[in-house]
């Protein structure tokens, strides 16, 4: 029995045979079919189970006959949606009887419902079906195009193996010919032979992917291969490795004589353990070498080297290095001889040349004027140029060498102006130094004073005589015989006063006597009979150097011997440079230099140290080579200087927390390098046990950017000696909040420094007695505690102060008054005689008969 249902139709179809099944009354069955991954579907068995709806009024009266069925076909089992598969379509649940209206609406809702389903199932078969036929068809043209490679690709080895097989049998007959052709060969050089294989075969095993099969029987067809040659003196090497010669298995490429030769030794050394034959070499030896260099050297293998030191206790890699004298002892014990070179070696010849004595010359003397500051070096130096220097030196005082010629009666003579000032006492040395003649100017109103005896000290240590130079003659206090006589106390005998140091009064504003001074420069430099020799390589000394900004590196050099000319290649310090001009004080440029002569030289890659001695070599590259080793060894003395001072990290604690060393970090620029050299010295001997100031970078030259940053790491502040910051380095400072200070006076400088410093240190604790007073008794007062009835015996005694409890003249406690009371009022302070209340501040063991002492403390700013 078949329940179809179509709107608010309703037809019973009564079959005459029913058949026995176990399919549930009032459910229909239907296939759904699932679609998975990579095409995969499966087919799933749904039941779908029907709900009878029936009307109120059919309830009570009898079922109605059958009525004819509708000319419809039954429709088939309906599968259930494929968005749920797995659950059959189910009507709502049977609502209360409210009224037939209601049960025919749900039933058609449910009905169009089922309609709507079914045809979505219908669209999406036919879209799967459309689907899989597509894909079928796509695969049987793969399927298609890949047997079509397949065949293509048989084909094409089938003609490959064709053409090879023409190629071996043209070959074959080719060396058969060759064969019938050459002479028969000698029986002794005959050798017997296994019969080869066949090539074919041979091939067609290797184009199956298997070995050729050896000793097969050799078809007909195919002529045998003739046996290899014996290998002679012609055929050693036979050509290059060809196509042919590598199908053929004619072995035409063996080892060669040689080959064979080395290989049969180096067997034979292995059997007999015999040594090879040491060969004694000539080691170059520099100061420091690594093993594996070493080994090179000696011909020896890395692994040798190291294995002796391994028998000597030491455990060394190839790359570690070794100094000079280990590298002797290593080279000796393996049977070389040994040349000992010093990377020094590079400047032998550069100094000090010795020249003949017929090609010297007279040449001009170089005058150094030395004094205490302010006892007008400068000034007596413009009297005799005619020139205003002083006014271009900030604050009046000479803070730079100025080299500067006089002409005097047709001779020339060099003058050397240094500075007076404490700081500059390196720049008074290095003046002494370059000098042949050292003047010394004292004031004849000031008389001796600290610089004039060091610069007494440079002349004596650098040997050149003195001449007195007594200034300022022409004042109402001067006094020339206190000058003489002070003297005396430093061995610095006047002719006056019966010694040989020429002496001159002199007056540099009013310009007397000058010409005797010059005379007695001349004549002193007659005696010396000062000479040179013209006609070789320059050298001589760096009297200053400085960074130009238009110009670049600057250093004002003295000309001692040689004569140095446009373009050449000199040597200056840890620096080298091709001269591009020289610049005389005058600003006038000069093709060349003779001794004695101060010029400004240009073209320096870097800028040298004052002080530095120079010298012309041949070309650029023994100059870079000297500047490099220059340069390494500064840096290894530097980092030496550093480890020194800085020590291990344990030691570098220990040393702050017992000493509390505090450091005032400083960048400092400078114009030129002798201005920085002094600043530096200064700065060091402001430094005590509890401060000093560090320079974390000095250089000639303007402030820059990289400054900026350097201080913003370190924390530094700048100083800037006559320089000023270029704006990429103001914008930086003023974003970094990097504090620049600027200076043209040392002794701004040096004081600002010294009070920035002052702070750093701590205030000093300072103590002041105020009184005593005398406990007569102790109270006991609720809520407050202990307070002591006193007297004060002595001074007076203060609310606030401190105080500290005596008993039996032992200090038990130190602390604060709580309270200081007279009578019942609080007050600030109780003089001596009178009675007073005391309580202390967490403390309340106090008995009558101790002795309070109240003391005031001071913190006072130190000072360096």
Same mark, same amino acid.
């Given at each position: 029995?078949?329940?179809?249902k179509?709107g608010?139709?309703?037809?019973?179809?009564?079959?005459?045979?029913?058949?026995?099944?176990?399919?549930?009354?009032?459910?229909?069955?239907?296939?759904?079919?699932?679609?998975?991954?990579?095409?995969?579907?499966?087919?799933?068995? %749904?039941e779908?189970?029907?709900?009878?709806?029936?009307?109120?009024?059919?309830?009570?009266?009898?079922?109605?006959?059958?009525?004819?069925?509708?000319?419809?076909?039954?429709?088939?089992?309906?599968?259930?949606?494929?968005?749920?598969?797995?659950?059959?379509?189910?009507?709502?649940?049977?609502?209360?009887?409210?009224?037939g209206?209601?049960?025919?609406e749900l039933?058609?809702?449910?009905?169009?419902?089922?309609?709507?389903?079914?045809?979505?199932?219908?669209v999406?078969?036919?879209?799967?079906?459309?689907?899989?036929?597509?894909?079928?068809?796509?695969?049987?043209?793969?399927?298609?195009?890949?047997?079509?490679?397949r065949?293509?690709?048989?084909?094409?080895?089938?003609?490959?193996?064709?053409?090879?097989?023409?190629?071996a049998?043209?070959?074959?007959?080719?060396?058969?010919?060759?064969r019938?052709?050459?002479?028969?060969?000698?029986?002794?050089q005959?050798?017997?032979?296994?019969?080869?294989?066949?090539?074919?075969?041979?091939?067609?095993?290797?184009?199956?992917?298997?070995?050729?099969?050896?000793?097969?029987?050799?078809?007909?067809?195919?002529?045998?291969?003739?046996?290899?040659?014996?290998?002679?003196?012609?055929?050693?090497?036979?050509?290059k490795?060809?196509?042919?010669?590598?199908?053929?298995?004619?072995?035409?490429?063996?080892?060669s004589?040689?080959?064979?030769?080395?290989?049969?030794?180096?067997?034979?050394?292995?059997?007999?353990?015999?040594?090879?034959?040491? $060969?004694?070499?000539?080691?170059?030896?520099?100061?420091?070498?690594?093993?594996?260099?070493?080994?090179?050297?000696?011909?020896?293998?890395?692994?040798?080297?190291?294995?002796?030191?391994?028998k000597?206790?030491?455990?060394?890699k190839?790359?570690d290095?070794?100094d000079?004298?280990?590298?002797?002892?290593?080279?000796?014990?393996?049977?070389?001889?040994?040349k000992?070179v010093?990377?020094?070696?590079?400047e032998?010849?550069l100094?000090?040349?010795?020249? &003949?004595?017929?090609?010297?010359?007279?040449?001009?003397?170089?005058?150094?004027?030395?004094?205490?500051?302010?006892?007008?070096?400068?000034?007596?130096?413009?009297? $005799?140029?005619?020139? &205003?220097?002083?006014?271009?030196?900030?604050?009046?005082?000479?803070?730079?060498?100025?080299?500067?010629?006089?002409?005097?009666?047709?001779?020339?003579?060099?003058?050397?102006?240094?500075?007076?000032?404490?700081?500059?006492?390196?720049?008074?040395?290095?003046?002494?130094?370059?000098?042949?003649?050292a003047?010394?100017?004292?004031?004849?109103?000031?008389?001796?004073?600290?610089?004039?005896?060091?610069?007494?000290?440079?002349?004596?240590?650098?040997?050149?005589?003195?001449?007195?130079?007594?200034?300022?003659i022409?004042?109402?206090?001067?006094?020339?015989?206190?000058?003489?006589?002070?003297?005396l106390?430093?061995?610095?005998? %006047?002719?006056?006063?019966?010694?040989?140091?020429?002496?001159?009064?002199?007056?540099?504003?009013?310009?007397?006597?000058?010409?005797?001074?010059?005379?007695?420069?001349?004549l002193?430099a007659?005696?010396?009979e000062?000479k040179?020799?013209?006609?070789?390589?320059?050298?001589?000394?760096?009297?200053?150097?400085k960074?130009?900004?238009?110009?670049?590196?600057v250093?004002?050099?003295?000309v001692?011997?040689?004569?140095?000319?446009?373009?050449?290649?000199?040597?200056?310090?840890?620096?080298?440079?091709?001269?591009?001009?020289?610049?005389?004080?005058?600003?006038?440029?000069?093709?060349e230099?003779?001794?004695?002569?101060? %010029?400004?030289?240009?073209?320096?890659?870097?800028?040298?140290?004052?002080?530095?001695?120079?010298?012309?070599?041949?070309?650029?590259?023994q100059?870079?080579?000297?500047?490099?080793?220059?340069?390494?060894v500064?840096?290894?003395?530097?980092?030496?200087?550093?480890?020194?001072?800085?020590?291990?990290?344990?030691?570098?604690?220990?040393?702050?927390?017992?000493?509390?060393?505090?450091?005032?970090?400083?960048i $400092?620029?400078?114009?030129?390098?002798?201005?920085i050299?002094?600043?530096?010295a200064?700065?060091?001997?402001l430094?005590?046990?509890?401060?000093r100031?560090?320079?974390?970078?000095?250089?000639?030259?303007?402030?820059?950017?990289?400054?900026?940053?350097?201080?913003?790491?370190?924390?530094?502040?700048?100083?800037?000696?006559?320089?000023?910051?270029?704006?990429?380095?103001?914008?930086?400072?003023?974003?970094?909040?990097?504090?620049?200070?600027?200076?043209?006076?040392i002794?701004?400088?040096?004081?600002?420094?010294?009070?920035?410093?002052?702070?750093?240190?701590?205030p000093?604790?300072?103590?002041?007695?105020?009184?005593?007073?005398?406990?007569?008794?102790?109270? &006991?007062?609720?809520?407050?505690?202990?307070?002591?009835g006193?007297?004060?015996?002595?001074?007076?005694?203060?609310?606030?102060?401190?105080?500290?409890?005596?008993?039996?003249?032992?200090?038990?406690?130190?602390g604060?008054?709580?309270?200081?009371?007279?009578?019942?009022?609080?007050?600030?302070?109780?003089?001596?005689?009178?009675?007073?209340?005391?309580?202390?501040?967490n403390?309340?063991?106090?008995?009558a008969g101790d002795?309070?002492?109240?003391?005031?403390?001071?913190?006072?700013?130190?000072?360096?």
């Amino acid at each position: 029995m078949t329940d179809t249902k179509s709107g608010d139709d309703k037809t019973l179809s009564v079959n005459a045979k029913k058949t026995l099944t176990l399919k549930r009354p009032g459910s229909d069955q239907g296939t759904v079919r699932q679609n998975f991954s990579h095409g995969r579907t499966k087919a799933v068995v %749904v039941e779908t189970k029907k709900r009878k709806f029936t009307r109120p009024d059919e309830r009570s009266e009898a079922p109605a006959a059958p009525a004819a069925p509708k000319p419809q076909a039954a429709k088939p089992a309906r599968p259930a949606p494929a968005a749920r598969p797995a659950t059959p379509q189910r009507p709502r649940p049977q609502q209360p009887q409210r009224s037939g209206v209601v049960l025919n609406e749900l039933s058609r809702d449910e009905m169009e419902a089922r309609r709507r389903a079914l045809q979505d199932s219908k669209v999406r078969e036919a879209e799967e079906r459309k689907r899989a036929e597509e894909d079928a068809k796509r695969r049987a043209v793969e399927e298609e195009q890949r047997r079509k490679e397949r065949e293509e690709s048989a084909r094409r080895q089938a003609e490959e193996e064709a053409r090879l097989k023409a190629e071996a049998e043209a070959r074959a007959k080719a060396e058969e010919e060759a064969r019938k052709r050459a002479p028969e060969p000698e029986p002794q050089q005959a050798q017997p032979t296994p019969p080869p294989a066949d090539d074919d075969d041979d091939r067609k095993g290797r184009s199956a992917g298997h070995a050729p099969k050896r000793g097969a029987p050799v078809k007909p067809e195919v002529p045998t291969r003739p046996a290899p040659k014996p290998k002679g003196a012609d055929q050693r090497r036979r050509g290059k490795l060809t196509l042919n010669s590598a199908l053929s298995d004619d072995d035409s490429r063996g080892r060669s004589l040689s080959s064979m030769r080395r290989r049969q030794e180096k067997f034979r050394r292995a059997q007999s353990q015999e040594p090879r034959e040491k $060969i004694a070499r000539e080691v170059v030896l520099p100061e420091t070498i690594t093993i594996q260099e070493l080994a090179q050297r000696m011909a020896e293998r890395a692994v040798d080297v190291v294995k002796y030191f391994m028998k000597q206790g030491q455990m060394m890699k190839p790359g570690d290095v070794i100094d000079a004298d280990t590298a002797e002892l290593v080279a000796v014990e393996f049977g070389h001889t040994v040349k000992r070179v010093s990377e020094s070696d590079v400047e032998e010849g550069l100094f000090d040349i010795q020249d &003949n004595p017929d090609d010297l010359k007279p040449r001009p003397p170089v005058v150094t004027i030395m004094g205490h500051v302010d006892h007008g070096k400068t000034s007596l130096l413009d009297s $005799i140029r005619k020139a &205003n220097v002083v006014s271009g030196e900030a604050g009046g005082i000479t803070q730079h060498i100025g080299a500067y010629q006089v002409e005097q009666d047709g001779q020339t003579i060099t003058f050397i102006d240094t500075p007076g000032h404490a700081a500059f006492t390196a720049m008074r040395a290095r003046g002494a130094q370059a000098t042949d003649i050292a003047i010394l100017v004292v004031a004849a109103d000031d008389s001796v004073m600290p610089q004039t005896i060091e610069s007494i000290n440079h002349a004596k240590a650098a040997g050149v005589p003195i001449i007195v130079a007594i200034n300022k003659i022409d004042k109402p206090e001067a006094n020339a015989q206190k000058v003489r006589t002070e003297l005396l106390q430093h061995e610095v005998f %006047v002719e006056s006063m019966g010694g040989e140091v020429q002496d001159v009064e002199v007056s540099a504003i009013k310009g007397t006597n000058l010409d005797a001074l010059l005379e007695a420069i001349i004549l002193q430099a007659e005696i010396l009979e000062l000479k040179a020799n013209p006609d070789r390589t320059a050298e001589g000394v760096v009297v200053e150097a400085k960074l130009d900004k238009g110009r670049g590196s600057v250093a004002t050099v003295l000309v001692q011997a040689g004569t140095l000319k446009t373009g050449d290649i000199i040597v200056a310090g840890n620096e080298w440079g091709r001269v591009r001009a020289l610049v005389n004080e005058r600003g006038q440029q000069l093709k060349e230099a003779g001794p004695s002569t101060p %010029v400004e030289i240009l073209g320096l890659q870097g800028t040298p140290q004052a002080g530095d001695r120079f010298a012309v070599v041949e070309n650029e590259a023994q100059a870079r080579e000297i500047s490099e080793y220059r340069q390494r060894v500064a840096r290894e003395k530097a980092v030496a200087r550093q480890a020194g001072q800085r020590g291990s990290l344990e030691q570098m604690m220990s040393q702050l927390q017992t000493s509390g060393l505090k450091e005032f970090p400083l960048i $400092i620029k400078g114009d030129v390098q002798g201005s920085i050299e002094a600043i530096v010295a200064a700065l060091d001997k402001l430094g005590t046990d509890e401060v000093r100031a560090r320079v974390v970078h000095s250089g000639a030259g303007a402030i820059t950017e990289s400054d900026i940053s350097l201080a913003e790491t370190s924390e530094a502040a700048i100083i800037g000696f006559n320089v000023r910051a270029n704006k990429q380095a103001r914008d930086a400072a003023e974003q970094s909040g990097i504090e620049i200070r600027y200076y043209n006076i040392i002794y701004d400088l040096i004081d600002d420094i010294k009070a920035a410093m002052s702070g750093l240190l701590s205030p000093e604790r300072r103590e002041t007695f105020l009184g005593n007073a005398e406990i007569l008794e102790v109270f &006991n007062i609720t809520k407050v505690g202990k307070v002591a009835g006193c007297r004060v015996t002595e001074g007076k005694v203060e609310r606030g102060a401190g105080v500290r409890l005596i008993r039996d003249n032992v200090v038990i406690h130190e602390g604060k008054l709580k309270t200081l009371k007279r009578f019942k009022d609080e007050v600030s302070e109780v003089s001596g005689g009178q009675e007073c209340g005391m309580a202390f501040e967490n403390y309340e063991d106090i008995r009558a008969g101790d002795v309070i002492e109240a003391f005031r403390v001071e913190h006072v700013q130190r000072t360096l």
